[in-house]
């Protein structure tokens, strides 16, 4: 009998025992599922920069302040079962009273953001593996996450499409998914760019890959030189 003929809502760990197993019941249907597990920290979404920095974005706007707390709380319960980001949208599943399919799209980033972006970041960025680990000056960190002009989808490039019963501009399973975005940039930071339709490479420039790979080649030389140095004052022959 459901809890509903008892006039009882399930708690948390039961609706995680159901997402559960409507996730192997899916994945025994064909289903490739990529669901928002537990989160690493209870009290947070995200812990990582672009994480963090996303989940700051959305709630700076009050369009959506009354949805997304709703949207918190399912994803805590672990009702987001599919999130698949690709460029320009996001795929999903949520559990609610019924199983939802969803869609975000997402405009892309628009080539003279873009191009403000590549010329602001020269030379402030060292590496690729420095960029997505959030590694970076704070003035890097205030042009990629800029409310206006940054790398985060404005409210108006954020269009949504899901097949609940709710007719308010967010639902609450868009608002899940929307906060699984961050959960996902945890742990795949590159999905921002895939998903705004840029390559997050062109922020470190042809110059600065250059000469990071001359001063690699220059230490090589040296040592090499000091190797022949040493075998020429104690007249050492090498095999």
């Known amino acids: 009998m459901s809890w509903n003929n008892y006039g009882?809502?399930?708690n948390a760990a039961e609706r995680k025992a159901?997402?559960?197993r409507k996730i192997v019941q899916l994945r025994k249907q064909g289903?490739?599922?990529?669901?928002?597990?537990?989160?690493?920290?209870?009290r947070k979404i995200a812990t990582s920069f672009w994480g963090r920095a996303w989940c700051h974005h959305l709630e700076q706007f009050s369009d959506y302040e009354t949805r997304l707390p709703?949207?918190?709380?399912?994803l805590r319960q672990e009702a987001v079962l599919h999130l698949a980001i690709e460029p320009g949208e996001i795929q999903a599943m949520v559990l609610g009273s019924e199983l939802y399919e969803l869609t975000i799209q997402i405009d892309p980033l628009s080539p003279d953001k873009w191009a403000e972006l590549r010329a602001a970041c020269q030379g402030q960025?060292?590496?690729?593996i420095e960029l997505l680990q959030g590694k970076f000056a704070?003035?890097?960190?205030?042009?990629?996450?800029?409310?206006?002009?940054?790398?985060?989808?404005l409210p108006q490039e954020i269009h949504f499409?899901?097949?609940c019963p709710d007719w308010a501009d967010m639902c609450k399973h868009v608002a899940a998914v929307l906060y699984g975005v961050a959960a996902r940039l945890d742990e795949s930071p590159e999905l921002l760019f895939t998903l705004r339709g840029v390559d997050q490479s062109e922020l470190i420039t042809l110059k600065d890959a250059s000469e990071s790979l001359t001063q690699g080649q220059r230490k090589s030389k040296s040592r090499?030189?000091?190797?022949d140095a040493i075998n020429d004052v104690f007249g050492l022959d090498e095999d």
Not at 70 to 74: A, D, I, L, M, T
Not at 138 to 153: A, I, N, Q, R, T
């Open 224 to 227: 090499r030189l000091s190797e």
């Open 125 to 128: 960025v060292a590496s690729l």
């Open 161 to 163: 499409n899901c097949n």
């Open 18 to 20: 159901k997402a559960q």
């Open 31 to 42: 289903y490739e599922l990529q669901p928002i597990g537990p989160l690493k920290n209870s």
């Open 138 to 153: 704070d003035e890097v960190m205030d042009l990629v996450s800029d409310p206006d002009d940054g790398l985060f989808p």
């Open 8 to 10: 009882r809502t399930p």
């Open 70 to 74: 709703r949207g918190r709380s399912y």
